[in-house]
């Protein structure tokens, strides 16, 4: 993966997030967090 890539997704979801911010209220920062919360427990489990 280039930079150039790599700085392009960064900046699509830092756009994703503002936007569900202001405008969709998705409250996808929070579905995210708590997915990953469930995805650490999940390899917890399997370490």
Request: no cysteine.
């Amino acid at each position: 993966m280039t930079t150039r890539i790599a700085l392009f997704l960064v900046v699509l979801i830092v756009l994703f997030f503002v936007v569900d911010a202001l405008w969709l209220h998705l409250g996808a920062p929070l579905f995210l967090a708590r997915k990953f919360a469930d995805f650490v427990e999940w390899l917890a489990f399997w370490r």
